[in-house]
């Protein structure tokens, strides 16, 4: 589903590899983490199957497509086949919830009969029904993720990316977050998370690629428990 193909990336060419001969394989369905410190290269691992940033050297292929080669006019039916989903939200604040949703669905045309289907049910899954009404600032920040969720699922990605979703969040709140990212895992969807939260990690025995200096130093399944002290 994702390939790295001996991907590098310089932002500026006299200095250091911000991501060293990556070599990664994702398959459909996978739940995968990407640990790492702060600047091990996760977001721009992230960014780079979002397409936005192309890697300095390698190939990246995502569905069977090179994404490295996709004209830029094209980049935005691409961006159809992930959702996403940030440590800080980002919904619209002059939306109410049902539009937050609905949004995503109305800026690649879809019919107005199929969003009146399709949003009350994407917030059902997330258990916001009863939130519809209200404005992202008078939700809890879980609550807010939960929308963020529902929009990231509303066009049916076969992938969805997450960049630290639980980052703001207490222990208690993520656990929810956590299993409703499994659930839709569950039903078929790739997830691949960047995280810090070990606990988060060590709770799901989900597969783990662990990032050091830009390079791939750990791939399994199980925890955050790796011998290495630099981690
Ligand atoms: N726009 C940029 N210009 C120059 N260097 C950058 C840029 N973005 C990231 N880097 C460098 O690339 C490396 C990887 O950064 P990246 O943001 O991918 O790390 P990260 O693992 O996501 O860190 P964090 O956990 O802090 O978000 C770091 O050395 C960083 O300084």
């Known amino acids: 589903m994702i390939t790295f193909e001996n991907v590098n990336k310089t932002y500026d060419k006299t200095k250091h590899l911000a991501l060293s001969d990556v070599n990664l394989n994702i398959c459909k369905g996978d739940f995968v983490f990407v640990v790492g410190k702060s600047g091990a290269g996760k977001t721009t691992l992230i960014k780079m199957m979002l397409k936005e940033l192309d890697p300095s050297e390698g190939k990246i292929f995502v569905d069977g497509e090179d994404i490295t080669g996709i004209k830029r006019r094209k980049i935005p039916f691409y961006r159809r086949k992930v959702g996403v989903v940030f440590q800080d939200y980002r919904l619209l604040s002059d939306k109410t919830v049902y539009e937050n949703v609905a949004y995503a669905m109305e800026i690649i045309e879809k019919k107005h009969k199929d969003i009146k289907e399709k949003v009350p049910e994407a917030l059902k899954m997330v258990g916001l029904s009863h939130r519809e009404k209200y404005y992202p600032d008078q939700l809890s920040g879980g609550e807010q993720q939960r929308v963020s969720i529902a929009r990231a699922i509303i066009n049916d990605p076969k992938i969805i990316i997450c960049d630290e979703p639980t980052g703001n ?55 955050y428990d790796y011998e290495d002290s630099h981690i």
């Open 169 to 223: 969040l207490d222990p208690k709140t993520s656990v929810g977050i956590m299993k409703l990212l499994k659930d839709i895992n569950d039903r078929g969807t790739t997830i691949i998370m960047a995280t810090h939260d070990r606990e988060i990690v060590n709770r799901m025995q989900s597969r783990v690629i662990t990032l050091h200096g830009g390079k791939v130093i750990g791939d399994k399944k199980g925890g």
